[in-house]
């Protein structure tokens, strides 16, 4: 059956192919073909017999799932933020959103164990299962406490950070690193958050630019304060993973962020897509960096920057894959073509883009060993090799498109901001 030539905006279908008999039917824009032939298959093939394109609902996501993400103010939150503050001292203090696993808990290893003076506040969804692998990892319990934050609902985010902003009682945050995420590829359908986004964007972008827009003033209060938010070279199209991987992010003129709640892809398609959904919003992660590097670092002196991990074939950010995928096929083939890094050096990657001096530049995607434009050991951005200011893609860096990622953001985030 012939394949529609899409458009951004309207599905031109120039022909209709008979596929059992190979005849080819004109079909005029706007009417049906004068003649169909009686076979489900092709008739099931014309648009114009098609079903339109599914509409989702956020309100029946929630009644399928039966409860909020979020459901208030944990009664432990204040506590949690206390006692950390109690131990922290004259150390810097790191808030690390999605660090009980992954990137995230190596970065908070790292960060602890080979930079001396730094705290962490770890973020996360599940504060026990945070302790656990903090234990098994060797952290000691007096440089980090596990904070209950969700990223699925921007109530959450506003109760951590109001929260974290009274007990700091006017000293500064010292480093804020973006990191949870979620990569549903597999979903036919999308899920949305509390607050009716779809999962990906909602997730991975509106809540971090929630947190940073809620923490800038304690930002402003730290001396040599930076934020980091992890990119990746899927929403960079600059890149053999970003550009020849199909789906490509593309983020449109950001309909889809305009639109707001209820709208399933950035850039306002109907037809959802999880791979490109998770680009999309890697996409708008880096944008919000050098967005927020134009905007405020002048100003501020704060350090915005990006980074470029390496592909963690084993993270559970690849949760939703089957084993044989994870363990064996994935990590081999990234081996193959020198993009492998394990957890251990992603996380020490990390922890370097936030604490080493010679990342303290503004406006920066941070990468080592190579920039991913071409395949092989030693370009792919694999393991080993030196710190190097790598280059965001035309798309990132449009200073157009950043201008809308930030205003239609904020109009979003602006109830969570009183």
């Known amino acids: 059956v012939a394949r529609p030539l899409a458009t951004r905006d309207t599905v031109m279908w120039p022909l209709c192919v008979a596929a059992s008999s190979g005849l080819v039917l004109p079909a005029a ?76 808990l190596h970065a908070v290893t790292a960060l602890t164990s080979s930079y001396e003076g730094y705290y962490v506040i770890a973020a996360v969804r599940d504060t026990a299962k945070m302790d656990e692998a903090a234990a098994e990892m060797g952290i000691d319990a007096k440089d980090y406490k596990a904070v209950k934050l969700e990223c699925a609902s921007l109530a959450s985010v506003r109760d951590f950070s109001k929260e974290l902003k009274r007990l700091l009682r006017g000293r500064g945050l010292d480093r804020l690193v973006c990191n949870a995420a979620v990569y549903l590829p597999t979903d036919p359908k999308p899920r949305f958050t509390d607050e009716g986004y779809e999962m990906s964007f909602g997730v991975n972008h509106l809540s971090h630019f929630l947190l940073l827009q809620l923490l800038m003033p304690d930002l402003k209060k730290a001396k040599d304060a930076r934020v980091c938010i992890v990119g990746s070279v899927t929403g960079n199209k600059n890149t053999v993973a970003g550009s020849l991987v199909k789906p490509v992010a593309d983020v449109g003129d950001l309909e889809g962020v305009k639109a707001g709640a209820g709208s399933v892809m950035v850039d306002g398609s109907r037809s959802f897509d999880g791979a490109k959904a998770y680009k999309d919003a890697k996409a708008l992660n880096m944008m919000t960096v050098l967005e927020a590097h134009r905007r405020l670092h002048p100003s501020t002196g704060i350090v915005f920057n990006s ?89 990132v860096q449009d200073e157009a498109n950043g201008q809308l990622c930030w205003d239609y953001s904020m109009e979003l985030v602006k109830p969570y901001l009183k």
């Not at 044989?324 to 990590?331: E, K």
Request: glycine fraction near 12%; hydrophobic fraction near 40%.
């Open 307 to 395: 980074m470029y991990p390496g592909c963690i074939a084993q993270t559970q950010l690849f949760r939703e894959k089957r084993d044989w995928f994870r363990y064996f096929f994935f990590p081999t083939l990234m081996k193959a073509i020198g993009s492998y890094v394990s957890q251990k050096e992603a996380g020490e990657r990390l922890a370097q883009t936030i604490a080493d001096p010679q990342a303290a530049k503004s406006g920066v995607y941070w990468s080592w060993n190579g920039d991913a434009k071409s395949i092989g050991v030693g370009n792919a951005g694999g393991a080993g090799g030196d710190l190097f200011e790598n280059s965001f893609s035309g798309m």
């Open 29 to 104: 824009s706007g009417s049906a073909p004068a003649s169909i032939a009686a076979s489900p298959l092709r008739v099931a093939a014309h648009p114009l017999l098609q079903a339109p394109p599914a509409v989702y609902s956020p309100s029946k996501d929630l009644a399928g799932r039966g409860a909020k993400y979020y459901d208030g103010r944990p009664p432990e939150l204040s506590q949690s933020i206390a006692q950390a503050l109690k131990e922290v001292g004259k150390r810097k203090i790191c808030v690390i959103t999605g660090a009980s696993s992954g990137l995230g």
